[in-house]
């Protein structure tokens, strides 16, 4: 699209991306919390894809419950992705 509809055409993209990657950690969350099948394919490649877009926060937070751990080290990058991805996707609506 040509004018003022570029920007909204990549915001738009933007919270696609963030709110899948959001969705990803939160599965894997919700996975554990249910004590999914580790050996399961689907169980297993959520786990993985949620390591690698966690990388960042792994060990943030320690506490011994497994649990509270996962929470928080998957559950605060989700958050994290979403605010970052939401105020992209604001400015690149107003940049346009």
């Known amino acids: 699209m040509k004018g003022r509809y570029r920007g ?3 915001a738009r993209a ?3 991306l963030t709110d899948i990657v959001a969705g990803i950690l939160g599965l894997w969350v919700v996975l554990y919390v249910l004590n999914a099948n580790p050996s399961n394919d689907l169980a297993h490649w959520v786990h993985e894809a949620a390591d690698w877009l966690s990388t ?3 060990d943030l ?3 011994s419950q497994g649990w509270l751990r996962t929470l928080l080290n998957y559950g605060i ?3 994290v992705y ?3 991805g939401h105020i992209a996707a604001s ?3 107003r940049v346009d």
């Open 61 to 63: 937070f320690t506490p």
């Open 14 to 16: 933007v919270v696609v």
């Open 77 to 79: 990058p989700a958050v």
């Open 91 to 93: 400015w690149l609506r």
């Open 8 to 10: 909204a055409d990549t």
């Open 82 to 84: 979403l605010f970052l």
């Open 56 to 58: 960042w926060a792994h």
